[in-house]
């Protein structure tokens, strides 16, 4: 092979020219300044320093949770319609006002757990987060791959997340931490149940379903609100693996998914997704036996049938890894007029979490990388400066009133829209209390029973694998769970683990949970 580099410029090279970031021509990328071909380097050898120093700097911390990820780009297509009736009638929110109206969106999918390089065919949850660039600005549905979550108050998520992530002595991810954890989390059931299922294994990236577990609100031009829960189903169908067949993909490639996706965008197979989405009235609804604002929960199809409203297709990959999947930063907080929170205690923690965290990890400018800005909106603010400072945000008239209100110019407020009484109204003494109907188990039994034979069994097997590995108590209290999940499961979990409900007939509910008539129940007939 030729060494061209030994040979310096060549008279008929018509390649651009390398510059430092200062624009200066790089004339020597081999060699530092020195004193004689052998003496010492000198301080003054900038171009040298800032090469070096730059590299230093290439990381920035990995995502505290959802690390490894990949972004792609597409648009969000509405249906314009909610059934047979205009969707103005439920939301007067820009991406879904007319049918056939397009908005570009950026998505990242991630898996939760693992680091920055880890495996993505990991038993884990899939993050399936979407940002919609709006011409009212930027609107981030930050979803996962499965319809529940592990709990239902933010203050659990660290605990959740540290029993989840691996031992900080040994930094290896342990059964016995998270069954601990989880078998005094009676809440959790729902999502285990399905999380140790095939479901917790999505094929790849263009196979599994979104949700948005949380519920959010919309608002009409009337200023009434609907609760709403999101759901992303993949017209290319929902594929999932066993842990036989993910051991196998696995060996071959830690990145499979990553891959499957951009290779299916590059050769012009475009995923696609259509969105759904259920709404109920925004009350408690008492007559439910769960809470609508619980996120271990979902609403039963019957009756809160999911409708759609658009279709969402992803047509190419990132130019940059870095800039735009690494600096992609969403959150639940990012909504535009005609979307709202609801008090679902989990969205409330989320919103801060997110912009808290990207503030830390990307920096306090990082709403002015192109990436996460509202590039189909106009950014006019006050806020001023900061580390990476990239550009002055939109001013008004007068680029000396940084600040507001003023009478010799710069910007105004915005008028409030029509009507902005949102929701119903709500009174109640300052507390710390679980919401009421927690119905811990329901749900996750049901859940089994809608599962094909062959996704119990392997429920079954993954369970009690990793149960295997846990101590004796944290198996007994797991089958107890089990066994108020639904009969079935918890005898044949315990039936591998050596333990019959006889053994646990002798615990008592934790302290933690509310049983339903028909847990106490199914919990007189153990012994
Ligand atoms: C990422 C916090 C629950 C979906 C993150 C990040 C934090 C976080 C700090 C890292 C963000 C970043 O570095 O840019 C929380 C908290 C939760 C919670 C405090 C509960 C209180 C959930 C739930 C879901 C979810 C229930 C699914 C509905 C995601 C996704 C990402 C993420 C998809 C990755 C976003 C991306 O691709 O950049 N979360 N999370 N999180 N979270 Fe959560």
């Keep these: 092979m030729t060494d061209v580099s030994s040979k310096g410029p060549q008279p008929n090279d018509e390649r651009p020219v390398l510059t430092n970031r200062q624009g200066h021509p790089v004339y020597d990328n081999q060699n530092q300044r020195t004193v004689g071909a052998r003496g010492p380097a000198t301080l003054e050898n900038y171009q040298f320093l800032e090469k070096i120093s730059h590299f230093d700097r290439e990381r920035i911390p990995e995502r505290v949770v959802h690390a490894r990820g990949i972004t792609t780009y597409g648009y969000f297509e509405a249906t314009g319609y909610l059934g047979d009736e205009p969707i103005g009638r439920y939301t007067r929110a820009v991406p879904f006002s007319e049918p056939g109206k397009r908005t570009d969106v950026a998505v990242r999918f991630s898996t939760v757990i693992g680091g920055r390089d880890s ?28 319809a529940v979550f592990f709990i239902r108050d933010a203050i659990k998520f660290s605990d959740v ?59 009409n031009e009337r200023g009434e609100t609907h609760l709403v829960k999101y759901h992303w189903m993949p017209k290319q169908g929902v594929r999932s693996m066993t842990a036989a067949d993910a051991a196998i993909v ?96 989990m969205l409330v923690g989320r919103t801060f979490s997110y912009s808290d965290t990207q503030r830390y990890r990307v920096g306090p400018n990082y709403l002015q990388l192109p990436v996460n800005h509202a590039k189909n909106a106009q950014v006019r603010t006050n806020q001023r400066d900061g580390l990476m400072t990239y550009h002055v945000d939109g001013q008004g008239e007068n680029p000396h009133v940084n600040y507001e209100p003023s009478i010799t110019g710069g ?15 709500i009174s109640g003494r300052l507390t710390r209390k679980r919401i009421p109907r927690t119905n811990d188990y329901a749900q996750a039994g049901e859940r089994y029973l809608l599962m094909e034979q062959w996704e119990r069994d392997d429920l079954v097997l993954n369970f009690t694998t990793l149960l295997a590995q846990c101590d004796r108590p944290v198996q007994e209290r797991m089958v107890w769970h089990l066994l108020l999940v639904e009969d079935d499961l918890g005898l044949r979990v315990g039936a591998g683990l050596g333990i019959g409900p006889e053994d646990v007939a002798h615990l008592e509910p934790l302290a933690s949970q509310d049983l339903t008539d028909e847990d106490r129940d199914r919990l007189s007939k153990l012994g």
């Design 119 to 146: 495996s993505e065919s990991a038993r884990d949850p899939r993050g399936f987060a979407v940002k919609f660039y709006t011409e009212h600005g930027n609107w981030d549905l930050v979803g996962n791959n499965l």
């Design 161 to 219: 997340i540290h029993a989840l992530k691996p031992d900080p002595v040994t930094f290896r991810q342990e059964p016995r931490r998270i069954f601990d954890f989880m078998s005094q989390t009676p809440e959790c059931m729902h999502m285990l149940v399905n999380l140790f299922s095939p479901r917790g294994i999505p094929s790849d990236y263009r196979h599994m379903q979104g949700f948005g577990v949380n519920t959010y609100k919309w608002v």
């Design 411 to 425: 910007l105004r407020e915005a008028e409030y829209p029509v009507n902005d009484e949102q929701g119903p109204v």
């Design 250 to 345: 696995q060996g071959r490639d830690l990145g499979h998914a990553t891959k499957d996706l951009q290779d299916a965008i590059d050769r012009g197979d475009h995923p696609e997704w259509e969105l759904l989405v259920q709404i109920m009235s925004d009350d408690e609804h008492p007559e439910l036996d769960f809470d609508p604002l619980d996120d271990t929960k979902v609403w039963p199809e019957d009756r809160f049938p999911a409708m759609p409203v658009g279709r969402m297709v992803l047509d190419s990959n990132v130019a940059n890894f870095f800039a735009e999947n690494e600096q992609i930063s969403f959150g639940t907080g990012v909504l535009i007029d005609g979307l709202d929170f609801s008090d679902d205690k």
